[in-house]
Protein backbone atom coordinates (compact mmCIF):
# COMPACT_ATOMS: atom_id res chain seq x y z
CA UNK A 1 0.00 0.00 0.00
CA UNK A 2 2.41 2.55 1.07
CA UNK A 3 4.92 1.26 -2.02
CA UNK A 4 2.18 1.59 -4.31
CA UNK A 5 1.27 5.27 -3.12
CA UNK A 6 4.93 6.78 -2.80
CA UNK A 7 5.31 6.34 -6.99
CA UNK A 8 2.88 9.02 -7.04
CA UNK A 9 4.24 11.83 -9.59
CA UNK A 10 7.63 11.40 -9.27
CA UNK A 11 10.00 8.04 -10.10
CA UNK A 12 10.96 6.29 -7.14
CA UNK A 13 13.87 6.66 -5.77
CA UNK A 14 16.59 4.06 -5.53
CA UNK A 15 15.45 2.13 -2.27
CA UNK A 16 18.60 -0.85 -3.00
CA UNK A 17 20.83 -1.52 -0.24
CA UNK A 18 24.64 -1.67 -0.80
CA UNK A 19 26.44 1.48 0.22
CA UNK A 20 24.03 3.76 0.34
CA UNK A 21 21.98 1.44 2.39
CA UNK A 22 22.13 2.59 5.71
CA UNK A 23 21.55 6.36 4.55
CA UNK A 24 18.67 4.91 2.41
CA UNK A 25 16.82 3.14 5.23
CA UNK A 26 16.74 6.37 7.64
CA UNK A 27 15.17 8.10 4.68
CA UNK A 28 13.01 5.53 4.37
CA UNK A 29 12.07 5.72 7.96
CA UNK A 30 10.90 9.41 7.62
CA UNK A 31 8.93 8.58 4.44
CA UNK A 32 7.18 5.93 5.72
CA UNK A 33 6.29 7.87 8.88
CA UNK A 34 5.74 10.97 6.52
CA UNK A 35 2.98 8.98 4.42
CA UNK A 36 1.52 7.71 7.57
CA UNK A 37 0.77 11.08 8.94
CA UNK A 38 -0.80 12.54 5.82
CA UNK A 39 -2.56 9.61 5.32
CA UNK A 40 -3.99 9.77 9.20
CA UNK A 41 -5.07 13.01 8.14
CA UNK A 42 -6.67 12.65 4.95
CA UNK A 43 -8.68 9.22 6.89
CA UNK A 44 -9.76 12.14 9.19
CA UNK A 45 -11.91 13.46 6.93
CA UNK A 46 -13.96 10.34 6.29
CA UNK A 47 -14.04 9.69 9.83
CA UNK A 48 -15.38 13.30 10.60
CA UNK A 49 -18.17 12.88 7.83
CA UNK A 50 -19.24 9.32 9.84
CA UNK A 51 -18.66 11.28 13.11
CA UNK A 52 -21.28 13.72 11.53
CA UNK A 53 -23.74 11.25 10.56
CA UNK A 54 -23.88 9.26 13.63
CA UNK A 55 -24.16 12.57 15.69
CA UNK A 56 -26.76 13.71 13.40
CA UNK A 57 -28.58 10.75 13.25
CA UNK A 58 -28.62 9.97 16.88
CA UNK A 59 -29.45 13.30 18.34
CA UNK A 60 -32.84 13.27 16.20
CA UNK A 61 -33.55 9.30 16.90
CA UNK A 62 -35.92 9.41 19.75
CA UNK A 63 -38.13 11.44 17.42
CA UNK A 64 -37.81 9.47 14.73
CA UNK A 65 -38.59 6.06 16.60
CA UNK A 66 -41.55 8.06 18.24
CA UNK A 67 -43.15 9.80 15.06
CA UNK A 68 -41.49 7.81 12.29
CA UNK A 69 -43.21 8.60 9.12
CA UNK A 70 -45.43 10.81 9.99
CA UNK A 71 -42.64 13.30 11.22
CA UNK A 72 -42.11 13.83 7.66
CA UNK A 73 -45.53 14.06 6.44
CA UNK A 74 -47.68 15.71 9.95
CA UNK A 75 -48.14 19.36 9.84
CA UNK A 76 -48.58 19.68 13.62
CA UNK A 77 -46.28 21.06 15.47
CA UNK A 78 -47.45 21.18 18.70
CA UNK A 79 -44.51 21.15 21.88
CA UNK A 80 -47.10 21.55 24.70
CA UNK A 81 -48.65 17.88 24.03
CA UNK A 82 -45.40 16.70 22.49
CA UNK A 83 -46.57 16.62 18.63
CA UNK A 84 -44.01 16.57 15.45
CA UNK A 85 -43.97 16.64 12.14
CA UNK A 86 -41.75 18.61 9.93
CA UNK A 87 -43.90 18.93 6.70
CA UNK A 88 -44.47 22.62 6.75
CA UNK A 89 -40.52 22.98 7.66
CA UNK A 90 -39.66 20.41 4.64
CA UNK A 91 -41.92 22.39 2.31
CA UNK A 92 -40.55 25.71 2.84
CA UNK A 93 -37.18 24.41 2.70
CA UNK A 94 -38.13 23.14 -0.47
CA UNK A 95 -40.07 25.73 -1.84
CA UNK A 96 -37.76 28.96 -0.72
CA UNK A 97 -34.84 27.15 -2.20
CA UNK A 98 -36.71 26.66 -5.88
CA UNK A 99 -37.61 30.17 -5.81
CA UNK A 100 -34.07 30.81 -5.35
CA UNK A 101 -32.55 28.65 -8.27
CA UNK A 102 -35.53 29.94 -10.12
CA UNK A 103 -34.21 33.74 -10.06
CA UNK A 104 -30.27 33.20 -9.97
CA UNK A 105 -29.73 30.38 -11.92
CA UNK A 106 -30.87 32.66 -15.37
CA UNK A 107 -28.87 35.56 -13.55
CA UNK A 108 -25.87 33.09 -12.44
CA UNK A 109 -25.38 31.39 -16.16
CA UNK A 110 -25.91 34.96 -18.00
CA UNK A 111 -22.90 36.21 -15.58
CA UNK A 112 -20.93 33.21 -16.25
CA UNK A 113 -21.55 33.77 -19.54
CA UNK A 114 -21.14 37.21 -19.70
CA UNK A 115 -17.75 36.50 -18.11
CA UNK A 116 -16.13 33.72 -19.87
CA UNK A 117 -17.12 34.59 -23.47
CA UNK A 118 -18.51 38.30 -23.65
CA UNK A 119 -17.05 40.60 -21.05
CA UNK A 120 -14.47 43.01 -22.42
CA UNK A 121 -10.95 42.60 -20.53
CA UNK A 122 -11.24 45.20 -18.25
CA UNK A 123 -14.38 44.74 -16.71
CA UNK A 124 -13.80 40.74 -16.83
CA UNK A 125 -11.76 40.75 -13.30
CA UNK A 126 -13.82 43.22 -11.86
CA UNK A 127 -16.79 42.01 -12.38
CA UNK A 128 -15.54 38.49 -11.25
CA UNK A 129 -14.63 39.82 -8.07
CA UNK A 130 -17.57 41.47 -6.97
CA UNK A 131 -19.36 38.16 -8.03
CA UNK A 132 -17.49 36.22 -5.69
CA UNK A 133 -17.69 38.47 -2.87
CA UNK A 134 -21.27 38.06 -2.84
CA UNK A 135 -20.29 34.24 -1.36
CA UNK A 136 -18.02 35.56 0.97
CA UNK A 137 -20.38 38.01 2.88
CA UNK A 138 -21.33 36.06 6.12
CA UNK A 139 -25.12 34.97 6.46
CA UNK A 140 -26.09 36.67 9.20
CA UNK A 141 -25.31 40.06 7.42
CA UNK A 142 -27.48 39.23 5.27
CA UNK A 143 -30.11 38.75 6.94
CA UNK A 144 -29.17 41.55 8.70
CA UNK A 145 -30.11 43.53 5.48
CA UNK A 146 -33.03 41.58 4.27
CA UNK A 147 -34.15 42.95 7.97
CA UNK A 148 -33.73 46.15 7.69
CA UNK A 149 -33.87 46.95 3.76
CA UNK A 150 -35.28 44.04 1.43
CA UNK A 151 -38.37 43.09 3.54
CA UNK A 152 -39.90 46.59 4.26
CA UNK A 153 -39.01 47.27 0.55
CA UNK A 154 -41.03 44.22 -0.21
CA UNK A 155 -43.61 45.27 1.87
CA UNK A 156 -44.39 48.59 0.81
CA UNK A 157 -43.41 48.36 -2.95
CA UNK A 158 -42.94 44.80 -4.30
CA UNK A 159 -46.05 43.28 -2.93
CA UNK A 160 -48.56 45.81 -3.41
CA UNK A 161 -47.23 46.23 -6.62
CA UNK A 162 -47.38 42.43 -7.51
CA UNK A 163 -50.79 42.00 -6.21
CA UNK A 164 -52.53 44.49 -7.11
CA UNK A 165 -50.86 46.59 -10.39
CA UNK A 166 -50.08 43.64 -11.87
CA UNK A 167 -53.20 41.65 -10.33
CA UNK A 168 -51.20 38.62 -9.12
CA UNK A 169 -53.38 38.17 -5.51
CA UNK A 170 -56.04 36.41 -7.01
CA UNK A 171 -54.23 33.62 -7.97
CA UNK A 172 -53.46 31.72 -4.92
CA UNK A 173 -49.37 32.30 -5.37
CA UNK A 174 -49.56 36.17 -4.61
CA UNK A 175 -52.70 36.13 -2.21
CA UNK A 176 -53.01 37.32 1.63
CA UNK A 177 -51.73 40.10 3.76
CA UNK A 178 -48.47 41.55 2.87
CA UNK A 179 -46.90 40.88 5.96
CA UNK A 180 -43.59 41.45 4.98
CA UNK A 181 -41.39 38.51 5.94
CA UNK A 182 -42.22 35.99 3.94
CA UNK A 183 -41.28 32.74 1.42
CA UNK A 184 -40.54 35.50 -1.34
CA UNK A 185 -38.48 37.27 1.06
CA UNK A 186 -36.37 33.98 2.01
CA UNK A 187 -36.52 33.22 -1.76
CA UNK A 188 -34.74 36.76 -2.91
CA UNK A 189 -31.94 36.59 0.04
CA UNK A 190 -31.23 32.65 -1.05
CA UNK A 191 -31.24 33.82 -4.46
CA UNK A 192 -28.31 36.14 -3.93
CA UNK A 193 -26.63 34.13 -1.31
CA UNK A 194 -26.29 31.17 -4.26
CA UNK A 195 -26.21 33.18 -6.70
CA UNK A 196 -22.30 33.23 -6.80
CA UNK A 197 -21.74 29.66 -6.20
CA UNK A 198 -23.62 28.68 -9.40
CA UNK A 199 -22.11 31.18 -11.20
CA UNK A 200 -18.37 30.15 -10.13
CA UNK A 201 -19.10 26.49 -11.01
CA UNK A 202 -21.07 27.79 -14.84
CA UNK A 203 -18.19 29.77 -15.40
CA UNK A 204 -15.42 26.95 -14.56
CA UNK A 205 -17.16 24.40 -16.71
CA UNK A 206 -17.85 27.34 -19.43
CA UNK A 207 -13.66 27.76 -19.89
CA UNK A 208 -13.56 23.77 -19.64
CA UNK A 209 -15.08 23.75 -23.23
CA UNK A 210 -12.31 23.42 -25.97
CA UNK A 211 -12.32 26.45 -27.87
CA UNK A 212 -12.39 24.04 -31.28
CA UNK A 213 -15.83 23.74 -30.35
CA UNK A 214 -16.68 27.39 -30.23
CA UNK A 215 -14.26 27.62 -33.57
CA UNK A 216 -16.50 25.13 -35.37
CA UNK A 217 -19.53 26.74 -34.71
CA UNK A 218 -18.42 29.90 -36.02
CA UNK A 219 -16.65 28.65 -38.69
CA UNK A 220 -19.99 27.15 -39.92
CA UNK A 221 -21.94 30.56 -40.43
CA UNK A 222 -23.21 30.46 -36.16
CA UNK A 223 -23.54 34.05 -34.82
CA UNK A 224 -21.81 34.56 -31.35
CA UNK A 225 -24.52 33.72 -29.45
CA UNK A 226 -25.57 30.95 -31.55
CA UNK A 227 -21.90 29.56 -31.06
CA UNK A 228 -22.89 29.81 -27.46
CA UNK A 229 -26.62 28.61 -27.34
CA UNK A 230 -25.35 25.62 -30.08
CA UNK A 231 -22.08 24.51 -29.52
CA UNK A 232 -21.13 25.57 -25.80
CA UNK A 233 -23.72 25.09 -23.73
CA UNK A 234 -24.82 22.19 -24.79
CA UNK A 235 -21.16 20.81 -24.38
CA UNK A 236 -21.19 22.51 -20.56
CA UNK A 237 -24.70 21.31 -19.80
CA UNK A 238 -24.19 18.96 -17.03
CA UNK A 239 -21.75 21.05 -15.28
CA UNK A 240 -24.04 23.44 -15.39
CA UNK A 241 -26.82 21.38 -13.74
CA UNK A 242 -24.02 20.50 -11.73
CA UNK A 243 -23.94 24.19 -10.32
CA UNK A 244 -27.14 24.38 -10.09
CA UNK A 245 -27.49 21.51 -7.82
CA UNK A 246 -24.76 22.92 -5.93
CA UNK A 247 -26.77 26.30 -5.39
CA UNK A 248 -29.69 24.02 -4.29
CA UNK A 249 -27.37 22.42 -1.43
CA UNK A 250 -26.44 25.75 -0.20
CA UNK A 251 -30.00 26.87 -0.48
CA UNK A 252 -31.48 24.22 1.51
CA UNK A 253 -29.29 24.59 4.08
CA UNK A 254 -28.58 28.17 4.31
CA UNK A 255 -30.20 29.15 8.10
CA UNK A 256 -29.41 32.48 9.88
CA UNK A 257 -30.67 35.05 6.79
CA UNK A 258 -33.50 32.53 6.23
CA UNK A 259 -34.52 32.64 9.74
CA UNK A 260 -34.53 36.33 10.15
CA UNK A 261 -36.70 37.04 6.82
CA UNK A 262 -39.09 34.16 6.46
CA UNK A 263 -41.51 34.54 9.24
CA UNK A 264 -41.25 31.26 10.66
CA UNK A 265 -44.46 30.11 11.06
CA UNK A 266 -45.40 26.20 11.36
CA UNK A 267 -48.08 26.96 7.99
CA UNK A 268 -48.67 25.70 4.78
CA UNK A 269 -49.48 27.76 2.46
CA UNK A 270 -49.42 28.08 -1.54
CA UNK A 271 -48.78 32.39 -0.96
CA UNK A 272 -45.68 33.23 -1.38
CA UNK A 273 -46.36 36.46 0.71
CA UNK A 274 -46.74 34.23 3.60
CA UNK A 275 -44.80 32.91 6.32
CA UNK A 276 -43.10 29.62 6.97
CA UNK A 277 -40.53 28.37 8.08
CA UNK A 278 -37.37 25.79 6.90
CA UNK A 279 -36.23 23.01 8.73
CA UNK A 280 -32.74 25.33 9.04
CA UNK A 281 -34.48 27.97 10.41
CA UNK A 282 -36.96 26.10 12.47
CA UNK A 283 -34.10 24.94 14.09
CA UNK A 284 -31.98 27.61 14.74
CA UNK A 285 -34.76 29.52 16.01
CA UNK A 286 -36.17 26.93 18.12
CA UNK A 287 -33.34 25.24 20.07
CA UNK A 288 -32.89 28.14 22.69
CA UNK A 289 -36.67 27.88 23.65
CA UNK A 290 -37.06 23.97 23.17
CA UNK A 291 -39.60 22.55 25.86
CA UNK A 292 -37.88 19.01 26.56
CA UNK A 293 -36.18 16.43 25.43
CA UNK A 294 -38.76 15.56 22.72
CA UNK A 295 -38.87 19.03 21.31
CA UNK A 296 -35.44 18.92 21.54
CA UNK A 297 -34.79 15.88 19.84
CA UNK A 298 -37.56 16.67 17.13
CA UNK A 299 -35.60 19.38 16.03
CA UNK A 300 -32.33 17.27 15.61
CA UNK A 301 -34.48 15.35 13.74
CA UNK A 302 -35.47 18.11 11.22
CA UNK A 303 -31.06 18.35 11.21
CA UNK A 304 -31.26 14.37 10.38
CA UNK A 305 -33.68 15.10 7.62
CA UNK A 306 -31.57 18.24 6.42
CA UNK A 307 -28.55 16.47 6.55
CA UNK A 308 -29.88 13.68 4.48
CA UNK A 309 -31.28 15.92 1.67
CA UNK A 310 -27.84 18.07 1.60
CA UNK A 311 -25.82 14.87 1.51
CA UNK A 312 -27.74 13.20 -1.63
CA UNK A 313 -28.18 17.00 -3.48
CA UNK A 314 -24.35 17.25 -3.19
CA UNK A 315 -23.13 13.63 -3.75
CA UNK A 316 -25.38 14.45 -7.24
CA UNK A 317 -23.83 17.97 -8.03
CA UNK A 318 -20.44 16.48 -7.63
CA UNK A 319 -20.47 13.95 -9.59
CA UNK A 320 -22.26 16.06 -12.26
CA UNK A 321 -19.34 18.67 -12.25
CA UNK A 322 -17.03 15.83 -12.32
CA UNK A 323 -18.52 14.17 -15.67
CA UNK A 324 -17.85 17.62 -17.07
CA UNK A 325 -14.41 18.32 -16.03
CA UNK A 326 -13.10 14.88 -17.01
CA UNK A 327 -14.44 15.46 -20.20
CA UNK A 328 -16.76 14.13 -22.18
CA UNK A 329 -16.47 10.24 -23.01
CA UNK A 330 -17.18 9.26 -26.87
CA UNK A 331 -18.69 12.25 -27.88
CA UNK B 1 -26.69 26.77 -44.09
CA UNK B 2 -28.36 29.88 -45.59
CA UNK B 3 -24.99 32.33 -46.23
CA UNK B 4 -23.78 30.15 -49.42
CA UNK B 5 -27.72 30.22 -50.37
CA UNK B 6 -28.02 33.41 -50.52
CA UNK B 7 -24.66 34.45 -52.25
CA UNK B 8 -25.87 32.00 -54.92
CA UNK B 9 -29.35 33.52 -55.42
CA UNK B 10 -28.63 36.98 -55.31
CA UNK B 11 -25.81 38.47 -58.03
CA UNK B 12 -25.11 36.11 -61.33
CA UNK B 13 -28.57 36.00 -63.29
CA UNK B 14 -30.52 39.48 -64.37
CA UNK B 15 -33.80 38.39 -63.99
CA UNK B 16 -34.29 36.02 -60.68
CA UNK B 17 -37.55 34.06 -60.79
CA UNK B 18 -39.85 35.52 -58.29
CA UNK B 19 -39.60 32.03 -56.12
CA UNK B 20 -35.92 33.13 -55.60
CA UNK B 21 -36.46 36.60 -55.03
CA UNK B 22 -38.46 35.14 -52.48
CA UNK B 23 -35.78 33.06 -51.15
CA UNK B 24 -33.38 35.49 -50.91
CA UNK B 25 -35.72 37.91 -49.29
CA UNK B 26 -36.53 35.55 -46.73
CA UNK B 27 -32.55 34.72 -45.93
CA UNK B 28 -31.48 38.00 -45.43
CA UNK B 29 -34.40 38.66 -43.27
CA UNK B 30 -33.08 35.16 -41.59
CA UNK B 31 -29.72 36.99 -41.04
CA UNK B 32 -30.85 40.35 -40.07
CA UNK B 33 -32.81 38.38 -37.15
CA UNK B 34 -30.34 35.86 -35.63
CA UNK B 35 -27.98 39.11 -35.93
CA UNK B 36 -30.36 40.91 -33.33
CA UNK B 37 -31.02 37.97 -31.18
CA UNK B 38 -27.36 37.59 -30.82
CA UNK B 39 -27.18 41.31 -30.45
CA UNK B 40 -30.11 40.78 -27.40
CA UNK B 41 -28.80 37.32 -26.19
CA UNK B 42 -25.11 39.32 -25.17
CA UNK B 43 -26.97 42.56 -23.57
CA UNK B 44 -28.60 40.59 -21.38
CA UNK B 45 -25.95 38.98 -20.43
CA UNK B 46 -24.54 42.62 -19.72
CA UNK B 47 -27.84 43.03 -17.74
CA UNK B 48 -27.38 40.06 -15.77
CA UNK B 49 -23.95 40.82 -14.82
CA UNK B 50 -24.90 44.02 -13.76
CA UNK B 51 -28.27 42.72 -11.83
CA UNK B 52 -25.95 40.26 -10.24
CA UNK B 53 -23.38 42.84 -8.79
CA UNK B 54 -25.91 45.25 -6.93
CA UNK B 55 -27.33 43.19 -4.43
CA UNK B 56 -23.71 43.56 -2.84
CA UNK B 57 -23.04 47.44 -3.72
CA UNK B 58 -26.24 48.02 -2.33
CA UNK B 59 -25.26 45.86 1.24
CA UNK B 60 -22.15 47.51 1.43
CA UNK B 61 -23.86 50.85 0.87
CA UNK B 62 -26.27 50.36 4.19
CA UNK B 63 -23.86 48.78 6.17
CA UNK B 64 -21.66 51.98 6.14
CA UNK B 65 -24.61 54.19 6.27
CA UNK B 66 -26.27 52.37 9.32
CA UNK B 67 -23.00 50.87 10.87
CA UNK B 68 -20.74 54.20 10.89
CA UNK B 69 -22.91 56.04 12.65
CA UNK B 70 -22.77 53.54 15.77
CA UNK B 71 -19.52 52.37 15.46
CA UNK B 72 -16.97 54.60 17.79
CA UNK B 73 -14.40 53.83 20.10
CA UNK B 74 -16.15 52.47 22.67
CA UNK B 75 -17.76 49.53 19.95
CA UNK B 76 -14.25 48.12 20.57
CA UNK B 77 -13.37 48.71 23.95
CA UNK B 78 -16.49 48.23 26.49
CA UNK B 79 -19.08 45.24 26.66
CA UNK B 80 -22.85 45.44 25.98
CA UNK B 81 -24.68 47.36 27.91
CA UNK B 82 -28.23 46.66 29.23
CA UNK B 83 -31.32 47.28 26.97
CA UNK B 84 -32.28 51.11 27.49
CA UNK B 85 -28.74 52.05 28.38
CA UNK B 86 -26.57 53.93 25.64
CA UNK B 87 -23.30 53.12 24.23
CA UNK B 88 -21.79 49.98 25.02
CA UNK B 89 -20.00 47.88 22.29
CA UNK B 90 -18.71 44.09 21.76
CA UNK B 91 -15.36 43.84 22.95
CA UNK B 92 -16.30 40.55 24.51
CA UNK B 93 -17.91 39.55 21.55
CA UNK B 94 -14.86 40.30 19.01
CA UNK B 95 -12.79 38.94 21.69
CA UNK B 96 -14.88 35.78 21.41
CA UNK B 97 -14.64 35.25 18.03
CA UNK B 98 -11.12 35.71 18.13
CA UNK B 99 -11.11 32.85 20.69
CA UNK B 100 -13.27 30.23 18.90
CA UNK B 101 -11.79 31.47 15.57
CA UNK B 102 -8.73 30.38 17.27
CA UNK B 103 -9.63 27.29 18.42
CA UNK B 104 -10.95 26.01 14.87
CA UNK B 105 -8.11 27.09 13.14
CA UNK B 106 -6.18 25.01 15.92
CA UNK B 107 -8.16 21.86 14.38
CA UNK B 108 -8.49 22.89 10.68
CA UNK B 109 -5.60 23.96 9.79
CA UNK B 110 -2.93 20.58 10.52
CA UNK B 111 -5.61 18.34 8.80
CA UNK B 112 -6.87 20.56 6.32
CA UNK B 113 -3.05 20.84 4.88
CA UNK B 114 -2.36 17.67 5.88
CA UNK B 115 -5.07 16.08 3.89
CA UNK B 116 -4.30 18.00 0.97
CA UNK B 117 -0.63 16.95 0.91
CA UNK B 118 -2.22 13.32 0.46
CA UNK B 119 -4.48 14.24 -2.09
CA UNK B 120 -1.46 16.57 -3.68
CA UNK B 121 1.43 13.59 -3.54
CA UNK B 122 -1.51 10.46 -3.93
CA UNK B 123 -3.73 11.85 -7.02
CA UNK B 124 -4.49 8.81 -8.64
CA UNK B 125 -5.46 6.70 -6.29
CA UNK B 126 -8.58 5.28 -5.61
CA UNK B 127 -8.05 6.44 -2.08
CA UNK B 128 -7.74 10.03 -2.86
CA UNK B 129 -10.36 10.14 -5.30
CA UNK B 130 -12.76 9.18 -2.49
CA UNK B 131 -11.34 11.72 0.16
CA UNK B 132 -12.07 14.30 -2.21
CA UNK B 133 -15.49 13.27 -2.94
CA UNK B 134 -15.66 13.60 0.49
CA UNK B 135 -14.32 16.32 1.46
CA UNK B 136 -16.53 18.32 -1.36
CA UNK B 137 -19.22 16.65 0.73
CA UNK B 138 -18.33 17.82 3.69
CA UNK B 139 -17.82 21.40 2.40
CA UNK B 140 -21.40 21.19 1.03
CA UNK B 141 -22.64 20.31 4.04
CA UNK B 142 -24.90 22.97 6.01
CA UNK B 143 -23.27 24.55 8.64
CA UNK B 144 -26.12 24.14 10.84
CA UNK B 145 -25.65 20.40 10.21
CA UNK B 146 -21.45 20.95 12.00
CA UNK B 147 -23.50 22.53 14.94
CA UNK B 148 -25.71 19.80 15.80
CA UNK B 149 -22.86 17.18 15.35
CA UNK B 150 -20.79 19.65 17.34
CA UNK B 151 -23.35 19.77 20.10
CA UNK B 152 -24.33 16.04 20.13
CA UNK B 153 -20.29 15.40 20.82
CA UNK B 154 -19.40 18.13 23.13
CA UNK B 155 -22.44 20.13 24.86
CA UNK B 156 -24.95 17.68 25.73
CA UNK B 157 -22.43 15.20 27.30
CA UNK B 158 -21.17 17.78 29.43
CA UNK B 159 -24.71 19.88 29.89
CA UNK B 160 -22.20 23.19 29.35
CA UNK B 161 -22.03 25.35 26.35
CA UNK B 162 -18.51 26.05 25.54
CA UNK B 163 -16.11 27.71 23.22
CA UNK B 164 -14.60 24.39 22.56
CA UNK B 165 -18.00 23.15 21.05
CA UNK B 166 -17.84 26.03 18.68
CA UNK B 167 -14.79 25.76 17.73
CA UNK B 168 -14.86 22.32 17.00
CA UNK B 169 -17.79 22.92 14.72
CA UNK B 170 -16.41 25.53 12.95
CA UNK B 171 -13.10 23.64 12.66
CA UNK B 172 -15.02 21.19 10.64
CA UNK B 173 -15.91 23.71 8.11
CA UNK B 174 -12.65 24.93 7.54
CA UNK B 175 -11.10 21.28 7.33
CA UNK B 176 -12.36 21.12 3.54
CA UNK B 177 -11.69 24.79 2.44
CA UNK B 178 -8.28 24.42 3.53
CA UNK B 179 -7.37 20.70 1.95
CA UNK B 180 -8.85 22.24 -1.26
CA UNK B 181 -6.51 24.98 -1.01
CA UNK B 182 -3.53 23.02 0.00
CA UNK B 183 -4.26 20.37 -2.89
CA UNK B 184 -4.61 23.08 -5.02
CA UNK B 185 -1.63 25.22 -4.63
CA UNK B 186 0.52 22.29 -3.98
CA UNK B 187 -0.25 20.78 -7.43
CA UNK B 188 0.85 24.38 -8.95
CA UNK B 189 4.15 23.55 -8.04
CA UNK B 190 6.71 22.91 -10.76
CA UNK B 191 7.35 19.07 -10.58
CA UNK B 192 11.19 19.99 -11.38
CA UNK B 193 11.59 21.18 -8.19
CA UNK B 194 10.44 17.93 -6.49
CA UNK B 195 12.77 16.60 -8.89
CA UNK B 196 15.98 18.68 -8.57
CA UNK B 197 15.49 17.93 -4.65
CA UNK B 198 15.05 14.09 -4.80
CA UNK B 199 18.27 14.09 -7.19
CA UNK B 200 20.27 15.76 -4.46
CA UNK B 201 19.41 13.34 -2.40
CA UNK B 202 16.79 14.35 -0.40
CA UNK B 203 14.20 12.09 1.46
CA UNK B 204 11.33 12.14 -0.41
CA UNK B 205 9.40 13.66 3.29
CA UNK B 206 12.28 16.28 3.57
CA UNK B 207 11.20 16.77 -0.23
CA UNK B 208 7.61 17.44 0.54
CA UNK B 209 7.93 19.48 3.44
CA UNK B 210 10.65 21.62 3.00
CA UNK B 211 10.87 22.28 -0.59
CA UNK B 212 7.26 21.91 -1.92
CA UNK B 213 5.03 22.84 0.97
CA UNK B 214 7.26 26.02 1.58
CA UNK B 215 7.16 27.12 -1.65
CA UNK B 216 3.18 26.33 -1.84
CA UNK B 217 3.45 28.51 1.32
CA UNK B 218 1.92 31.48 0.76
CA UNK B 219 -0.75 30.05 -1.54
CA UNK B 220 -1.78 28.00 1.44
CA UNK B 221 -1.58 31.00 3.80
CA UNK B 222 -4.11 32.37 1.70
CA UNK B 223 -6.43 29.71 1.47
CA UNK B 224 -6.03 29.44 5.51
CA UNK B 225 -6.61 33.38 5.79
CA UNK B 226 -10.35 32.65 3.19
CA UNK B 227 -11.05 29.70 5.51
CA UNK B 228 -10.54 31.67 8.65
CA UNK B 229 -13.12 34.93 6.83
CA UNK B 230 -15.26 32.21 6.10
CA UNK B 231 -15.94 30.83 9.84
CA UNK B 232 -15.34 33.91 10.90
CA UNK B 233 -18.91 35.18 9.94
CA UNK B 234 -20.55 31.93 10.54
CA UNK B 235 -23.29 32.17 13.38
CA UNK B 236 -25.53 28.94 12.90
CA UNK B 237 -23.20 26.30 14.22
CA UNK B 238 -22.39 28.72 17.12
CA UNK B 239 -26.04 28.78 17.79
CA UNK B 240 -25.83 25.87 20.28
CA UNK B 241 -22.02 25.30 20.75
CA UNK B 242 -20.83 28.99 21.59
CA UNK B 243 -23.91 29.74 22.64
CA UNK B 244 -23.53 33.34 23.18
CA UNK B 245 -22.94 35.56 26.36
CA UNK B 246 -23.31 39.19 27.34
CA UNK B 247 -20.41 39.32 29.59
CA UNK B 248 -16.87 39.31 29.63
CA UNK B 249 -15.08 35.54 29.39
CA UNK B 250 -12.38 34.25 27.59
CA UNK B 251 -12.64 30.43 29.17
CA UNK B 252 -12.62 27.91 26.60
CA UNK B 253 -15.20 25.43 29.04
CA UNK B 254 -17.85 28.43 29.35
CA UNK B 255 -20.09 29.90 26.90
CA UNK B 256 -18.54 32.40 24.76
CA UNK B 257 -19.78 35.74 22.71
CA UNK B 258 -19.51 35.89 18.94
CA UNK B 259 -19.20 38.87 16.57
CA UNK B 260 -22.16 36.98 14.00
CA UNK B 261 -24.08 35.76 16.68
CA UNK B 262 -24.50 39.11 18.44
CA UNK B 263 -25.30 40.72 15.64
CA UNK B 264 -28.29 38.08 15.16
CA UNK B 265 -29.44 38.55 18.71
CA UNK B 266 -29.50 42.01 18.46
CA UNK B 267 -30.50 42.58 14.89
CA UNK B 268 -34.20 40.39 15.72
CA UNK B 269 -34.75 42.63 19.03
CA UNK B 270 -36.89 44.89 19.43
CA UNK B 271 -34.93 47.67 20.38
CA UNK B 272 -33.51 50.91 18.47
CA UNK B 273 -30.16 51.14 19.82
CA UNK B 274 -29.28 47.17 19.33
CA UNK B 275 -30.21 47.71 15.86
CA UNK B 276 -27.58 50.00 15.59
CA UNK B 277 -25.56 47.64 17.31
CA UNK B 278 -26.26 45.15 14.76
CA UNK B 279 -25.18 47.39 11.91
CA UNK B 280 -22.08 48.46 13.51
CA UNK B 281 -21.39 45.13 14.23
CA UNK B 282 -21.95 44.01 10.74
CA UNK B 283 -19.85 46.78 9.41
CA UNK B 284 -16.70 45.27 11.18
CA UNK B 285 -17.64 41.70 10.78
CA UNK B 286 -17.38 42.51 6.95
CA UNK B 287 -14.79 44.72 6.86
CA UNK B 288 -12.51 41.74 8.00
CA UNK B 289 -14.04 39.16 5.53
CA UNK B 290 -13.26 42.20 2.81
CA UNK B 291 -9.83 42.93 3.61
CA UNK B 292 -8.58 39.34 3.76
CA UNK B 293 -10.10 38.46 0.19
CA UNK B 294 -9.24 41.38 -0.96
CA UNK B 295 -5.47 40.45 0.09
CA UNK B 296 -5.88 36.92 -0.52
CA UNK B 297 -6.70 37.56 -4.07
CA UNK B 298 -3.49 40.15 -4.53
CA UNK B 299 -1.36 38.02 -2.98
CA UNK B 300 -2.25 35.22 -5.31
CA UNK B 301 -2.12 36.70 -8.18
CA UNK B 302 1.37 38.39 -7.32
CA UNK B 303 2.53 34.95 -7.06
CA UNK B 304 1.19 33.27 -9.46
CA UNK B 305 -0.15 35.43 -12.00
CA UNK B 306 -3.22 33.40 -12.99
CA UNK B 307 -5.23 36.14 -12.12
CA UNK B 308 -7.28 34.39 -9.45
CA UNK B 309 -9.73 32.08 -12.23
Known sequence: MTEATLGGEVPA??????????????AAFGDRAYQLAILGFALFIPLLLVAIAGAVVSAGW????????????????????????????????LVSSFLALLIATPLAVGVAIFLSEFAPSWLRQPVA?????????????????????????????????????????RTPFFSGPAYGPSMLAAGLVLAIMVLPYVSAVTREVLLAVPRSQREAALALGATRWEMIWDA?????????????????????????????????????????????????????????????????SALMAAGTTLFVLTLIVNAIARWLVWQVARGPRGR | MSAPASRRARPRRPHPSGHQRAFAERTVRTIARRRVVSALMMT????????????????????????????GPDFFTSTPRPVGEAGGGMANAIVGTLVVVGIASAVGLPVGVGAGLYLAENRGTRLAWTVRFLSDVLN?????????????????????????AGGMALGAIMIPLVTRATEEMISLVPGSLREAALALGYPR??????IVLRTALPGIVTGALVAVARVAGETAPLLFTAFGNQFWSTS???????????????????????????WAGALVLIAIVLVISVVSRFVTRARFGTGSD
Open chain 1, 129 to 169: FLVDLLAAVPSVVYGLWGIFVLVPVLREHVMPFLADTLKLG
Open chain 1, 232 to 296: VLPYARSGIVGGIILGLGRALGETMAVTMVIGNRHELSASLFAPGYTLASLIANEFSEATGDLHL
Open chain 1, 13 to 26: APRSGGAAGARMGG
Open chain 2, 44 to 71: LTYVAAAIATLPLLFILFHLVREGAAAL
Open chain 1, 62 to 93: PALREFGGSFLTSSRWDAVNGEFGAAPAIFGT
Open chain 2, 140 to 164: GLPSIVLGIFAWDLLVRPFGQFSAI
Open chain 2, 205 to 210: WRTSLT
Open chain 2, 252 to 278: VTQPIAALPLQIFTYAISPYDEWHAQA
